[in-house]
T-cell receptor
Framework: DAKTTQPNSMESNEEEPVHLPCNHS???????IHWYRQLPSQGPEYVIH???SNVNNRMASLAIAEDRKSSTLILHRATLRDAAVYYC???????????FGQGTRLTINP | GAVVSQHPSWVICKSGTSVKIECRSL??????MFWYRQFPKQSLMLMAT?????????EQGVEKDKFLINHASLTLSTLTVTSAHPEDSSFYIC???????????FGPGTRLTVT
């Protein structure tokens, strides 16, 4: 099964870091790991992606385990606007398809 | 960043009629676009891959005769839901891959309600 596994929901407080885990134990060596987030009634928004090394951008950091069977999206300082459903996905090489799991609904408390 | 639009943003149609949803890449050319369906509180389900100038590739279980996809140009893909039924009511989302990018850009979605 190519789907990823994430906790259904997580909760954090504003201005605190958030670590969103994802398991992708069946990932192949060439599949990239992508993270997207989705606000209600909107299309998903790209957050970050990586292959083997840890990655940083202005939105978040992505820590990828050495065996690539799991990864963690890190929001360094959560804001209320970060409340969304976060999807950890795999892009199937060649087909360029994204395989979405169930996602994690992140709630940020003020 | 690249922008993908969808039209209409919402539509209500009667059972048995057909409805067309457009997906456009506004500032880039997309040889490949994707169509997803999302039911309330569920994840996105890939329906099909739309390739410019060729037939779409449908995911298992998706009826190609019911969900007609046309990718007539490098900036436009359309999804036509034919003979719509109430169970086709859903949120339909398209995405496109920008050239030389791993990133998929998603449209804002189209909410279809079949009465």
């Amino acid at each position: 099964d190519a789907k990823t596994t994430q906790p259904n929901s997580m909760e954090s407080n504003e201005e605190e870091p958030v670590h969103l885990p994802c398991n992708h134990s069946t990932i192949s060596g060439t599949d990239y790991i992508h993270w997207y987030r989705q606000l209600p009634s909107q299309g998903p928004e790209y957050v970050i992606h990586g292959l083997t090394s840890n990655v940083n951008n202005r939105m978040a950091s992505l820590a990828i385990a050495e065996d690539r069977k799991s990864s963690t999206l890190i929001l360094h300082r959560a804001t209320l606007r970060d409340a969304a459903v976060y999807y950890c996905t795999r892009i199937i090489q060649g087909a360029q398809k994204l395989v979405f799991g169930q996602g994690t609904r992140l709630t940020i408390n003020p | 960043g690249a922008v993908v639009s969808q039209h209409p943003s919402w539509v209500i149609c009667k059972s048995g009629t057909s409805v067309k949803i457009e997906c456009r890449s506004l500032d880039f050319q997309a040889t490949t676009m994707f169509w997803y369906r999302q039911f309330p509180k569920q994840s996105l389900m890939l329906m099909a891959t739309s390739n410019e100038g060729s037939k779409a590739t449908y995911e298992q279980g998706v009826e190609k005769d019911k969900f007609l996809i046309n990718h007539a140009s490098l900036t436009l893909s359309t999804l036509t839901v034919t003979s719509a039924h109430p169970e086709d009511s859903s949120f339909y989302i398209c995405s496109a891959i920008a050239p030389r990018s791993y990133e998929q850009y998603f449209g804002p979605g189209t909410r279809l309600t079949v009465t």
